[in-house]
C-alpha cells in the first residue's frame, strides 16, 4: 500500500503468459499526454509490484521516454530512498511493547487475520507487533511473495533503467513524507483499513488478476470500482490523504512545469490519474488540453 492500494493478489501466475505475454492479444496501459505552446507533459498510471514477463510498455511512454528532458517519479528510485523507506516504516510502524495487533482488533477480525496469515505464509508473530498500517502493508507483501509478483519488476524500476542520462529525475515526494501519509493515519482509520484488506485477501482471491487485466485493458471504471472505491468507503480519511490531498499537490506542481517549457514523462499510481479527483481531470479543469481516456 505504498502509494496506492491496487487489490490483494491471487495464485495467477500460471495464468499471466498466456493473458499478458502471448501473441499480442492485449492491449497496452493507456498513457494520458497534455500540450502546451512550448510543453508536453505524459502521463502514465504504474502498477508498483508486477509478476515477471509482463509486456505492459506502450509505445507512447517509450517514445516520451527517449525524448524527455525530466522524468518525475513519486519518490526517488535509489537505493538510498529505499533504505531510509525501511528505516522509517521499522521507527514509526512498532508498537509499544505492551500491546498487539490481535488485542487492537475486534475478535472476529483477529480471527480472521489468522486465517489470512496462514494462506498468504506471514509470520503471525510478527504481525502481532506492527501497528495496523505497517500490518497492511506486510500482508500485501506476503501475497505479492506467494504468487511471485516483486517490486523488482514493478513499473517504475523498469522506467528509471530507460531513462536517458540527458534527463533530470525528479520526484513528488520523499520516503518521510510517505511514511507519514500512513503513519499518520488514526488508529480507527488504520484499523478501518487493514480489514478492508483481510476481507479482500480472503473474499476476493482473483482481485490481482481482475485489476491487472483492467490496467492493461485501460479499463478505467474498473479500475475505480475494485481499486479506489473500497478504501474511499472502508476509510475516507486514508482515501483523502493517500489520494486526493496527493492529487492535488501533484497538479499544483505539474502546473508550475507547464508554464516552463521541454518535455516531461510522469510516472505514478495508475489510481492518480483515473476519475474526477485524478490528475488528468484536474489538468483540464485548469484548461489544458489532455489527450487520453
Given amino acids: 500500500m505504498k502509494t496506492l492500494r491496487l487489490g490483494l493478489l491471487a495464485p495467477i501466475v500460471g495464468l499471466l503468459a498466456g493473458l499478458f505475454v502471448a501473441g499480442g492479444a492485449w492491449a497496452r496501459p493507456p498513457v494520458w499526454i497534455v500540450r502546451d505552446k512550448d510543453s508536453e507533459l505524459v502521463l502514465f498510471g504504474s502498477v508498483h509490484i508486477l509478476p515477471p514477463g509482463m509486456d505492459w510498455r506502450p509505445p507512447a511512454l517509450a517514445k516520451a521516454l527517449t525524448d524527455a528532458d525530466d522524468v518525475w517519479f513519486e519518490l526517488p528510485i535509489d537505493p538510498a530512498t529505499e533504505a531510509e523507506t525501511a528505516r522509517l516504516a521499522a521507527e514509526r510502524g512498532m508498537l509499544a511493547p505492551d500491546q498487539s495487533l490481535f488485542k487492537l482488533l475486534p475478535p472476529a477480525e483477529a480471527r480472521r487475520l489468522v ?118 468507503k472502508a476509510s475516507p480519511a486514508i482515501f483523502r490523504r493517500l489520494v486526493t490531498d496527493r492529487n492535488v499537490s501533484w497538479t499544483r506542481t505539474l502546473d508550475e512545469r507547464l508554464k516552463g517549457h521541454g518535455k516531461t514523462v510522469v510516472v505514478v499510481g495508475m489510481g492518480h490519474l483515473i476519475g474526477p479527483d485524478g490528475v488528468p481531470a484536474r489538468l483540464r479543469a485548469l484548461g489544458y488540453q489532455v489527450e487520453g481516456p
Avoid: C, H, N
Fill in 115 to 232: 486465517r489470512v496469515a496462514g494462506k498468504y505464509d506471514a509470520d503471525l508473530g510478527v504481525l502481532d507487533r506492527l501497528k495496523p498500517w505497517l500490518a497492511d502493508i506486510a500482508l500485501s507483501a506476503a501475497a505479492y511473495k506467494k504468487v511471485g509478483a516483486d517490486g523488482q519488476d514493478g513499473v517504475e524500476r523498469a522506467v528509471a533503467a530507460s531513462v536517458p542520462p540527458t534527463a533530470q529525475r525528479r520526484a513528488f515526494e520523499t520516503a518521510r513524507a510517505q511514511i507519514e501519509i500512513l503513519a499518520g493515519a488514526s488508529q480507527a482509520e488504520q484499523l478501518a483499513s487493514l480489514s478492508q484488506t483481510l476481507q479482500e485477501m480472503e473474499e476476493k482471491p482473483d482481485e490481482y488478476e481482475r485489476l491487472l487485466r483492467a490496467w492493461m485493458a485501460g479499463d478505467l471504471k474498473a479500475l475505480d470500482a475494485e481499486a479506489l472505491a473500497p478504501l474511499r
